[in-house]
């Protein structure tokens, strides 16, 4: 059974800064892609930010400059440093994982619980 399960939620005043943790647990043999996806209330889930397993990464236009995404291969837990945070970051935000499991030659989807991010103004 694999689980992601996020943390570093909260509520904090705009300007300020966030670092939220997804840990992947369970029996994996690999991580491709990892990413951040968030959703805002009335709103459809959208894309943050992307981490290949080298290490290569990708933005939504909205929080490049501002968002950083990491992982640590070695512990299969990727982080999302938020800077300069906006209201409009308000949101529950998701982490996504490709997994392959063992013995197997495709890759699963797997989603986190989601953790709640509040900016206020």
């Known amino acids: 059974q694999v689980q992601l399960v996020e943390s570093g939620g909260g509520l904090l005043q705009a300007g300020g800064s966030l670092r939220l943790s997804c840990a992947a647990s369970?029996?994996?043999?690999?991580?491709?892609?990892m990413g951040w996806y968030r959703q805002a209330p009335g709103k459809q889930r959208e894309y943050v930010a992307t981490?290949?397993?080298?290490?290569?990464?990708n933005y939504a236009d909205s929080v490049k400059g501002r968002f950083t995404i990491s992982r640590d291969n070695a512990k299969n837990t990727m982080y999302l440093q938020m800077n300069s945070l906006k209201p409009e970051d308000t949101a529950v935000y998701y982490c996504n994982a490709d997994i392959r499991l063992p013995g197997k030659t495709f890759t699963y989807g797997y989603w986190g619980q989601g953790t709640q991010v509040t900016v206020s103004s």
């Open positions: 981490i290949t397993t080298g290490g290569s990464t």
């Open positions: 369970g029996s994996i043999a690999s991580i491709n892609v």
